[in-house]
Every structure is written in structure tokens, then in C-alpha cells.
């Protein structure tokens, strides 16, 4: 149970990581291409959502599976630690 809860814990840090990538990045990106009126009929505009979806898809899939891979990979070193609710 702990185990479990340990590796799904750092699956969730990376999906909130990574969610917080995907706004800078995206806040960044509305800004420097679409803050010019000139950029309105570009290739970005016109693409934009499916560079979205992908980009935000992506982002998230490897966010989770980082955090997965590290809860993983720490848990050994850390986890099996006993702890104060005496979860086994």
C-alpha cells in the first residue's frame, strides 16, 4: 500500500510539474508569436491548436511517466524507510 501510494504520489507531482511547464511555456509562446498583429495569418495562428494538443499531450504523458520512473527509482532509497502511520 505504501509503495503504491509513493509512486502514484510522485506520478501526480510530475502531471503538476509538468502542468505548470506547459503554462509558462504557453504564456511565453502567446506572447512572443501572437503579440504582433502581423503574426495573426501565420503558419503558428493557423496550427496553433493542434501544436496545443500535441505539446499539452505530450507535456503530460512524460510529465507522469518521469514521476512515475522516479517514484520508482527512489523508492528503494527512501521509501522503504519505516514511517510515523506505520504503513507497511
Known sequence: ???LF?????GFLGFIVATLIHGVVEIVLL???FG??????SLWWREWEL???VGGAAL?????FAGLYAG??????????????GWK
Open 51 to 53: 501544436i496545443h494538443a
Open 1 to 3: 500500500m505504501k509503495k
Open 36 to 41: 504582433d498583429a502581423g503574426n495573426a495569418l
Open 31 to 33: 506572447d512572443l508569436v
Open 6 to 10: 509513493y509512486i502514484l504520489s510522485f
Open 60 to 64: 503530460w504523458t512524460g510529465g507522469i
Open 72 to 85: 520508482n527509482k527512489w523508492w528503494d532509497e527512501y521509501g522503504n524507510k519505516p514511517s510515523a502511520f
